[in-house]
């Protein structure tokens, strides 16, 4: 499965973007993932096979949407209400599996996009 993440850009605080993350092929859990220069990849948000489970990084809550459309293979990250600290690249992550609780560690999926870069300026 390959996966390619785009959407990312240039933004003001406060603002909003959407970012994709198109699949090649089917997949079960979806995932996206930022880094920050010189920090440590975390964990955004998760969402399930059918969209009936989503799981959002504390920080995130509230702000970001995450959502899939199984037919088109394609997950979205709605980000709104955008600060400077969520400056990042974003990458997507899927695996074929059906895990028994939200994934949110990296080595839990299996297959990973290119990263879009966000940028957030105040």
């Known amino acids: 499965v390959q996966l390619q993440a785009s959407g990312g850009g240039l933004v003001q605080a406060g603002g909003s973007l959407r970012l994709s993350c198109a699949a090649s092929g089917r997949t079960f859990s979806m995932g996206w993932f930022r880094q920050a220069p010189g920090e440590e990849r975390e964990f955004v948000a998760f969402?399930?096979?059918?969209?009936?489970?989503?799981y959002y990084a504390d920080s995130v809550k509230g702000r970001f949407t995450i959502s899939r459309d199984n037919a088109k293979r394609t997950m979205y990250l709605q980000m709104n209400s955008l600060k400077p600290e969520d400056t990042a690249v974003y990458y997507c992550?899927?695996?074929?599996?059906?895990?028994?609780?939200?994934?949110?560690?990296?080595?839990?999926?299996?297959?990973w996009g290119q990263g879009t870069q966000v940028t957030v300026s105040s």
């Open positions: 969402i399930s096979w059918s969209g009936g489970v989503t």
């Open positions: 992550a899927a695996d074929l599996r059906s895990p028994r609780t939200v994934p949110q560690r990296g080595g839990e999926y299996n297959y």
